[in-house]
């Protein structure tokens, strides 16, 4: 029985070794460098490297944005920052709690993690279950993970680091707090999931797609030139932002007309996907958990209670 284990474990020991996220950081401005994620969904190739995290070398030290979606992306990122920059790491900040933005924060723990209030409110609410649900779907990858709360609450405003101007901007669109940070030295703007780009958007925790709209147009209002999304490329335009418009209004158009017509769940998910959005990866599957996020929202507004006081009948 020993001898079968031992086997076991010798076989399995080789399969961790490998699980390298091979980070390669991309300078994109000055002082700014990004790790690409790919566009899938998490699965145990990708080890749940599905999104874009970002650092700024200042003279200060460096300021991370987002931490990845486990310990062991966590400290392969700061090893690929030490490969970029002997300054210390000095300040993390978190666009949002979503797992595979936040749950690299345990390789950050000695440093000030700052998060708008209810972004930390929701990770300590939800943040044990996501990480369950990615221990599901990557595996290996993740072994060790544990949720680490934001220590630093962030308020709206300017914070400065080293010579780098960092606007901290607060909106609800995604998830209910969402933090984007525009760097006024460099014009980047990290969006985080407020905006995807060629990768369909999710709704687990939206308010609600009205919400969303009006933060694409602040977003597009800022004096940024180079708009990095929080899944899919950069952009040095507004195209990732009039594709958010184009696919929110469609969507919510989507579901209003559904519930409007007293559609079943079941048919919607299954509703054509116009050509103009063929090429953004996972249509098909964000679709299907969107309406079931949101489409119980539309229905609950297209039937009135019978109570609701009618109007006034006029003499
Ligand atoms: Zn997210």
Redesign the pocket.
Request: charged share 20%; hydrophobic share 0%.
């Given at each position: 029985m020993r001898w079968i284990l031992l086997c076991c474990l010798c076989l399995s020991l080789p399969a961790l070794a490998d699980l390298d996220y091979a980070l390669k950081p991309r300078l994109i401005a000055d002082d700014t460098w990004l790790l690409e994620g790919s566009t899938d969904n998490f699965n145990k190739t990708n080890g749940g490297n599905i999104v874009n995290t970002a650092f700024i070398v200042t003279e200060a030290g460096v300021v991370v944005i987002d931490t990845g979606p486990s310990r062991r992306y966590g400290e392969a990122l700061r090893q690929a920052i030490a490969g970029v920059t002997a300054k210390p790491v000095i300040q993390v900040l978190l666009t949002?709690h979503?797992p595979?933005?936040a749950l690299g924060n345990q390789a950050f723990k000695t440093v000030p993690i700052g998060a708008l209030a209810d972004t930390t409110r929701l990770l300590h609410e939800q943040g044990d279950g996501m990480a369950e649900n990615l221990y599901r779907l990557v595996g290996d990858w993740m072994r060790g993970t544990e949720v680490v709360l934001p220590t630093q609450v962030l308020e709206p405003g300017v914070l400065s680091v080293g010579s780098h101007d960092l606007r901290l901007l607060a909106f609800t669109g995604?998830?209910g707090a969402d933090l984007a940070i525009l760097d006024s030295k460099t014009g980047v703007l990290f969006a985080g999931?407020l905006v995807f780009y060629q990768r369909a958007l999710?709704t687990p925790n939206s308010p609600g797609l009205a919400a969303w709209l009006a933060d694409i147009e602040r977003l597009q209002a800022l004096p940024w030139t180079l708009l990095v999304p929080?899944h899919g490329p950069v952009a040095g335009d507004a195209r990732p932002l009039e594709q958010m418009r184009d696919y929110l209004t469609w969507l919510d158009q989507l579901l209003r007309d559904g519930a409007a017509q007293g559609s079943e769940m079941a048919e919607l998910i299954r509703s054509p996907i116009p050509e103009r959005f063929a090429a953004i990866s996972l249509n098909r599957y964000e679709l299907i958990r969107s309406v079931s996020h949101l489409y119980p929202r539309y229905e609950r507004e297209q039937l009135q209670r019978v109570d609701t006081p009618a109007p006034l009948l006029r003499n």
């Open positions: 949002h979503h595979d933005h995604h998830t999931d999710t929080g």
